[in-house]
């Protein structure tokens, strides 16, 4: 349990940075409300492996830190659809479009 708080921790902290370097005022007021959110939720599925998504997280800080807008593009596009699942399940969408 403490180490999934650490890794929640460190997740905000993370996407928080990634929304100052990112510099789009929209998108950071979009994906506050979104982390705000799944954290606080009970059901925030916390025993996935986060090998993958760490690895993409890592890349991707290292392309904002380049300024390769390109592969930042490709690698946001690529952590959004790996942890989908993770946002869509905690938030509820499935009491309104149930799985077919």
């Known amino acids: 349990p403490q180490a999934c708080e650490q890794l929640v921790t460190i997740d905000a902290q993370f996407h928080q940075w990634l929304l ?3 510099g789009n005022r929209n998108l950071a007021i979009i994906v506050t409300r979104l982390l705000d ?5 009970k059901s ?3 025993v996935q492996d986060y090998k ?3 690895a993409n997280l ?5 392309a904002v830190q380049e300024h390769d807008t390109r592969l930042v593009r490709q690698l946001m596009i690529e952590h ?9 399940e ?3 969408f499935e009491d309104i479009y149930p799985k077919s």
Not at 80 to 88: E, H, K
């Open 20 to 22: 100052r370097e990112s």
């Open 37 to 41: 959110l799944l954290f606080r939720t």
């Open 44 to 46: 925030f599925n916390l």
């Open 52 to 54: 993958p998504v760490c």
């Open 58 to 62: 890592l890349a991707l800080r290292d």
């Open 80 to 88: 959004m659809s790996d942890t989908g699942a993770l946002t869509i």
């Open 90 to 92: 905690p938030i509820g």
